[in-house]
């Protein structure tokens, strides 16, 4: 755990020791085993050097051993090592516009407990009962010296959840009461635990970049198709945050008007690109008379049935998507795009192909496209995303612990 980790800030031979410690750690979490041998030649560092490393990870509980391995050569076989996966904790809250939804994992990314509720976002007084209440309730689930291992609470949300209600066709609510309430600082005094917060996009990338995709790949555009669609990016094994947490937001990419029948009227010549490409676009779709009316499970149901409204929906959301990802790419020069969503099974098939179709055809002269892939979480994206948050600060070598890290729970302590 952090706490038990030597604190000294003068120290470069300290700060240097948790670097090549976190080092290690993350290699063991791309390639899930590995041995002495193998963790000295990844991380370019030497055999004493790796070997009191594991012993300090052995001690504070962070890393096991799995077994032996007979590579058929001489000598003794080597001793297999991998993250132990209740050598640390974190909790992860999602909050959107239509849901909530609370998950505590363990180091290996796994989640133990979850709790969701869909529902339009109530004031944030009720939001944050309901919050609390399910981290009271998944606290049960670890003992006593378990919970000594809590990293701290995730907290992932879109940033100006009052904003753009006409494109997502939804009523004022409680929406605009999320604008000036500081939802960290008030999960941090009900719970006695340190947050760290994120733009809802960046947490998903983050967990995609620790747990999922990003193991075997540097460098891509996230997206996560949810009531509204956010993003982020990765780059050379790190995520970007940009100056205002928003890097990768291709919600706001503007692209033309919906031609769907059921689409709010847009205001000016061009659309944004969550108008087109959201759940909440097809839950207008589906039943416009009674919108809002479909929670996420009637929505899976409607793509699993093969409704000819869905597939409107998934034809006009492809056709948004595409000049999008095209801008994107050019600028970008990602080789890969992830998208994940709420939705998965058959809806995962057909984006990814209809996507990879669409991008194809639309690759001006001379240029390659990108390689699409779909999410590893699906619904738990967030939640988790927002899980890693604490985990991402306490464990990921990043370059600032050299200087003597930042402090906990601030806007770029999570990237």
Known sequence: MEQKRPTARGSNSVQLRRYNERIVLQILRRVQQASKADL???????????????????????IEEIGKFHGGG???????????????????????????????????????????????????????????????????????DEKTRLTGIGLAQPFNLGAWLHELGLPEGNFKLWD????????????????????DGTAATVAELFYGHGRQHDDFLYLFLGPAIGGGLCIDGDVVRGKSGNAGDVAMIPVPPSTLSTAPKPRKTSEILLTRASLVALDRHLAPEAFPSHNRLDLQAAIDRDDPLAQEWLDDCVAALTPALGAAFALLDTPLIIIDSDLSGAFAERLTSQLTEALEKAAPEARSTPDILFGSFGQDAGAIGAASLPMFFNFSPRASILTGGVAKGSAGAAA
């Open 40 to 62: 000295a030649r990844a991380a370019k560092l030497t055999n004493a050097a790796v070997g009191g490393i594991i012993q300090s990870l052995n001690r504070e509980g962070l």
């Open 74 to 144: 001489r000598g003794q076989p080597a001793t297999l090592l991998k993250l132990a996966s209740r050598g640390a904790f974190g909790f992860g809250v999602r909050i959107d516009r239509t849901n909530l939804e609370t998950v505590l994992v363990d180091f290996q990314g796994k989640v133990i407990g979850r709790r969701a509720h869909d529902l339009l976002l109530p004031a944030p007084d009720k939001a944050l009962d309901i919050i609390r209440w399910d981290i009271e309730n998944l606290m049960e689930l670890l003992t006593a």
């Open 180 to 199: 000036h309430f500081d939802m960290t600082k008030a999960l941090e005094q009900a719970c006695g635990l340190p947050v760290f917060h994120e733009n």
